[in-house]
């Protein structure tokens, strides 16, 4: 079941097209202040090193036993960003660990170390450790290589479905409904028309705006999430995959995993005086706890906070809400957060 909803998953291409002219491609391996509020504040926009694009970010091909590849012209790096973006990594690793269970098994949580930046010019191997198949729980390890050297590795926790009378749960933040805000992308699209800024500014909003993810974000306070403007380092945004992905869950989680590291490092980053500028910012590690199914193209409220930073890195913790107010997933990330100097 999994493997023939991926398939039809891939259909649903996130292809990109720049409409900069390649000459001007060199402000794009800048880190001038405005781009480093944008990695921060969970914006995602592809290289354009990177324009070929295979038709899903989490196929892979198996090529052995336990083992999945995923193509150099899959892999999608963050303008700005040296390395392969992290969600990907996990989405594709998860995904190389579900073709190795039951199709009736879910993902109750996962483990992940960031060792390396993954390269986006190299292939990425996933080793796949069958490492307990249960009644009830299975478990697997999976580690990711390029070139034999490892640069990232998890642990993935799988479990049938059950039920207990003991449960309990948060309450889901009151916060505006997604019909009443601002994509992030429009509001980057007014700031193109409105504000006075320079080239090289003018330059990177307008590659955020032809080569976007086909994930759709309505933050709360769009100032604050795109580091226009002071605050606690608490943050709410709207979430939701634009295509529709169908109804396996397997691949749904999937879909999280990519979705989960948008955004949490940057909640660190908010209470930085505007300008402050982040010379170096990327994920060391990160966990996932799998509560309630979900549909990944639908409105989920992103719940981010950040109760330390300091000494180079951040910590930030996040909740994953369905609209009906039921909590979802829980995540707990700590990422280098380094300031330029």
């Known amino acids: 079941m999994f493997r023939t909803s991926f398939r039809k998953f891939q259909q649903l291409t996130c292809q990109t097209q720049s409409l900069v002219q390649r000459s001007k491609a060199k402000y794009s391996r800048q880190l001038p202040r405005s781009l480093a509020r944008t990695m921060a504040s969970g914006t995602v926009t592809m290289s354009r090193d990177n324009e070929d694009l295979a038709r899903s970010f989490l196929k892979l091909k198996k090529i052995d036993v336990n083992i999945y590849r995923a193509s150099s012209k899959s892999l999608w790096r963050p303008v700005g960003s040296r390395f392969v973006f992290g969600g990907q990594v996990v989405g594709q690793a998860l995904t190389a660990a579900f073709n190795t269970v039951a199709d009736e098994l879910l993902l109750h949580s996962l483990h992940c170390y960031f060792l390396r930046?993954?390269?986006?010019?190299?292939?990425?191997?996933?080793?796949?450790?069958?490492?307990?198949?249960?009644?009830?729980?299975?478990?697997?390890?999976?580690?990711?290589?390029?070139?034999?050297?490892?640069?990232?590795t998890m642990q993935a926790s799988f479990k049938v479905e059950e039920t207990d009378p003991l449960e309990h749960q948060f309450k889901m933040p009151v916060v505006p409904d997604p019909e009443e805000l601002i994509s992030s992308?429009?509001?980057?699209?007014?700031?193109?028309?409105?504000?006075?800024?320079?080239?090289?500014?003018?330059?990177?909003?307008?590659?955020?705006?032809?080569?976007?993810?086909?994930?759709e974000s309505r933050p709360i306070d769009p100032q604050l999430y795109h580091g226009q403007k002071q605050g606690e380092a608490r943050r709410y945004v709207w979430v939701r995959a634009i295509e529709n992905i169908g109804d396996n869950m397997q691949l749904q989680q999937c879909v999280a995993g990519f979705i989960s590291d948008l955004a949490l490092l940057g909640a660190a980053k908010q209470p930085a005086p505007v300008g402050h500028q982040l010379g170096f910012i990327t994920s060391l590690d990160h966990s996932m706890w799998f509560h309630n199914t979900f549909r990944a193209e639908e409105w989920m409220l992103y719940e981010i906070e950040s109760p330390q930073c300091g000494k180079g890195k951040a910590l930030a913790l996040g909740r994953i809400w369905r609209r009906d107010g039921v909590l979802a997933v829980s995540m707990a990330q700590e990422g280098v957060l380094r300031s330029k100097i």
């Not at 006075?196 to 590659?207: A, F, G, Q, V």
């Open 117 to 152: 930046g993954g390269n986006n010019e190299k292939p990425i191997l996933y080793h796949v450790d069958r490492t307990r198949d249960g009644k009830t729980y299975t478990s697997r390890n999976i580690k990711a290589t390029q070139e034999g050297i490892p640069i990232f």
């Open 185 to 215: 992308r429009d509001y980057m699209k007014n700031r193109l028309e409105t504000e006075e800024m320079s080239d090289s500014e003018r330059l990177l909003i307008s590659e955020y705006l032809t080569q976007s993810l086909h994930i």
